[in-house]
């Protein structure tokens, strides 16, 4: 109710609603939230049943931490919503996290960037999720396009530029050219596989089970996608699967690319199959300018020296790599309402 | 001291001694360019190694970053070349923000741009927007003034109740403004003469007389009969009663209406007026242009055999019977000291 009259006070924001974390921009103000996309719900029947009780930073930190009533869960899953009601909420605890304690509720236009390959029954979920969080109007974005925007690639001239923006659950690989999609795939592969993967690899090859939050920090500390000269080794602990009591032990490098091999040929063969499918005047521009890689993937140790491998173009990082979709998305709300219509937002 | 650290200092004395020569050594492309000849390797390797065009790699050895599309790339193979020559990246991205000679941001103004300019009304809907908020308040505030005045203030509806009407016998009159008073005395009868009616708001109403003085505001529906043409006959107890004038309002003029129970015979009707005992005031056949007045305060039963021929008035307002009383052209209802048929 009063949303109108609630949206004056209110900022517009572009929401990077992603596997792993959400971002939030604020026009004038550039990024101002960075959580993680987790929500922690107590059950509890007798007080009146389930009930939120971390979103964020502090629900990340119960993951796999929690007692019985207690459950932390992620409610975005492969770029989509898992769980409606968690998301929604997650989406209002953030959206009032950002405008601060106000005498009116904050009531925001919103821009939410949605994976490419998301079906309508799935951008309706977001965008009723937005709503249902206090917005007064949502618009959505394909996450290419927002990468490619926030990178600051050409996008507006009649020139190719091919982005892959490599998130939590997907990897988006576009061709982009005149403020439009000419090709774009969505592989639901993304550093959450990254992690499962090397779960696996530890499980398999050592009979130790590891947490997602251990896999994750193995991934980010010494995790690698092509081999290199220096091997770096990292002490970890896990639960011994034939023994049942926890141990120590040790993983180098080189463990870790073997474990990553099977997603990270997932996304070379989803940037190789983009580049078979884009018309050959533009396939030419992305010869001569590059592949941008963005989003929390591309932090990955020598990813681009994979892609440059594999296809044999140049592999460029975009600067602060996991914020471009959410500093692209802004970016376009400011420009839709220069120009109306000039980005299709839905 | 480590492999980094001899690097920089070896390019940077050897920029420093071949400054007039090579001016194409300033930083970033310089150190760059000196980096790659210290270790000696070919362009053609670097080339291969970042599958870079060679055309490129010569442009920014000698700082020519424009020839790139948009800053993303210009940075973007700056940190990998030095990433590859083993120089530090940040130092080399802050040199190259201090070039003036850097490609333009790109703005992403669509091609459609060309087209008419979009006249943006945001400001003037905002603007509209709280005018008009500004009004209902406003608006509010009036009304809720005026809703809160001193009810002394306020107009006295026409049509009022009313509240005695003895058949017999004088009423006394409420409290009349003496100034009022003798002005309209000479136009009341005399005071021996029963009055229709009191009423306790400022409404009194002779019967249809044809001379009712002091009537300029007088409400049609409260006084037909001031309306209709004279009436020839006039019941015992109807007369001509001067407005009152309401002392505490202060020369309000009200309307007269004709008192007690009035039969106006349109054409002919057998007409029956009984009272609470049974007696009957009138009774039997009433031709057009008859008219008859019951004065006292009812209640009466009423008994009309071609209803639509008849016009019946009490205290001035007309009775008007629902289906529910009629059976074909008769109509039979009762009707109380208040007008209520039923």
Redesign the interface.
Known sequence: MFK??RG?FSNDVSIDLGTANTLIYVRDKGIVLNEPSVVAIRDEPSRGGKTIVAVGAEAKSMLGRTPGHITAVRPMKDGVIADFTYTEAMLQYFIKKVHGNRFLPASPRVLVCVPYGSTQVERRAIKESAEGAGARAVYLIDEPMAAA?G?????????GSMVLDIGGGTSEVAVIS??GIVYAASARIGGDRFDEAIVNYVRRNYGILIGEATAERIKMEIGSAYPGQQVREISVKGRNLSEGVPRSFTLNSNEILEALQEPLQGIVGAVKQALEQTPPELGADVA???I?LTGGGALLKDI?KLL?EET????????DPLTCVARGGG?ILE?S??????FGLQ | MTQGEELVETSSSQAVSTVTVLPVLTPPGGRLRAARELQGLPLDQVVSA????KKLLEAMEANRFEVF?????A???L??YAKFLGLSVEDMLAEFDGLSSLPV?????????AAPA?RDW?GVK?AA?FAL?LLAVLGSLFWWRGHNVNPVSVAVPVAARVVASPVDGPVPMPAKDPVADSANSADTPSAGGPPAGAVDAPSLSPVSSGATPAQPTANPLANPAANAPAEPSVESGSMAVPSVVDAALGAKTQSSVAAGLVIDVRGDSWVGVFSSTGERQVYGMQHAGQSRTISGRGPWRVVLGKADRVRVTFNGQQVTAGPEYRRGDLVSYHIDATGRVY
């Open positions: 109108s009259l004056y925007v990178a600051g690639l050409p996008v507006h001239e009649p020139r005149l403020n001569d300018r590059g941008v681009d440059m044999g173009l140049p592999v460029l990082i975009a600067e970016r420009l309402q220069e120009h109306p219509g000039s | 970042l599958r870079v065009e599309d948009a800053p993303v790339y940075r973007g193979y940190r990998q941001a790109p703005t992403h103004v669509p091609l459609t741009s979009f945001s905002t927007k908020l």
